[in-house]
């Protein structure tokens, strides 16, 4: 499919590619339930650290007006 970097990870797996590949994964992978994109890595010790680290994307960027975000905690 044109991915690199695979890992194994628990309860699934990873691997790094273009956008289109990754919705290409994410249409046609049957043992996986969804395909994730990372937006940011950094650390997080401190519920204060997640939040600076969380308010750094450009989500306007990523999410336009009016659309959902679902958040899995």
Excluded: C, H
């Excluded at 590619?17 to 994730?36: E, F, H, K, P």
């Excluded at 401190?46 to 750094?56: F, I, N, W």
Aim: charged letters at 20%; proline letters at 5%.
């Amino acid at each position: 499919m044109g991915v690199r970097e695979t890992a194994a990870r628990p309860g699934g797996g990873a691997f790094w590619t273009d956008r289109r590949t990754a919705y290409a994964a994410n249409l046609w992978l049957r043992s996986v339930i969804r395909v994730q994109e990372m937006l940011i890595r950094g650390p997080a010790g401190s519920p204060e650290a997640l939040y600076d680290l969380v308010k750094s994307v450009d989500w306007a960027r990523l999410i336009g007006s009016g659309q959902p975000l679902a958040v899995d905690a």
